[in-house]
């Protein structure tokens, strides 16, 4: 069996100083598991922090947020994959909603971050997922599926192979709503046979996390529908007994 994979999505919050303290309550209610994949993903400037925190804990990975898809240069702001992975992520989430929507990131950028972040060593959690009015359209399938052959289209199919992907319907992100996980399962199964035509190999198995409103209460049933393989945490993850609590479901 697949081991399940917690993602916790900061966002926003948690700088250095806050991380420190963050990571030691964390570390100290969550001992280390075998049987799972734990992976944060604080803000970038916290991140050098987050890994000193992190030295004798390797069962808690790090990533980062946002890559550029430029090694360097003139790029105010932005923050290059090779220097995330050498301040210590070894994941890149790439193709946020907030990514998309807010910052007007489209398929063709969000392929050219998922390129740059394994040019740079780092894998990719690689997130799709549809607005609602594309879901009243009845279009979820159609738009997740188009975002996740760009997202793909640059990567070579061993590269395809390592990715993980996080189905995140935009309308479930920050509001408190959730995708059943009926709804969760239909647009897995989805992602996983479209996945199947690009790594053409049985024994692959890519994890499908879902995201968008998870919490505590509803971690156990999500994470029991079929093909659901993990899950993709932001509001829920900022306090770190209830992250503790959840990456233990
Ligand atoms: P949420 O965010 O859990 O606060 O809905 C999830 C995400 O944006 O990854």
Request: net charge neutral; with cysteine; hydrophobic share 45%.
């Amino acid at each position: 069996m697949k081991k399940p994979v917690f993602a916790a999505n900061w966002k926003m919050n948690l700088g250095p100083q806050e991380t420190r303290g963050y990571l030691k309550t964390f570390l100290e209610a969550f001992p280390p598991a075998e049987d799972r994949t734990v992976i944060i993903f604080p803000p970038a400037i916290s991140l050098v922090v987050a890994g000193f925190a992190l030295r004798d804990r390797p069962d808690v990975m790090l990533g980062v947020q946002n890559v550029h898809w430029e090694e360097k240069g003139a790029f105010t702001g932005e923050n290059g994959a090779a220097m995330a992975k050498d301040a210590g992520a070894t994941v890149a989430l790439v193709g946020h909603s907030e990514r998309r929507h807010t910052f007007g990131e489209g398929d063709e950028i969000t392929a050219k971050k998922c390129a740059a972040a394994f040019k740079a060593g780092l894998t990719v959690v690689l997130c799709v997922g549809e607005k609602i009015e594309e879901r009243d359209r009845n279009t979820t399938q159609a738009v997740v599926l188009r975002q996740l052959k760009a997202g793909i289209s640059r990567l070579t199919p061993a590269q395809v192979a390592q990715i993980a992907i996080a189905y995140e319907p935009v309308w479930a992100i920050g509001t408190g709503r959730t995708a059943t996980p009926e709804d969760a399962t239909t647009v897995h199964t989805a992602i996983r046979r479209a996945l199947k035509e690009v790594v053409n190999a049985k024994n692959v198995e890519i994890p499908i996390l879902y995201g968008g409103s998870v919490s505590k209460e509803n971690a156990d049933s999500l994470l029991k529908a079929p093909e659901v393989d993990g899950l993709l945490v932001g509001g829920a993850s900022l306090d770190p007994a209830i992250w503790a609590s959840i990456a233990h479901t």
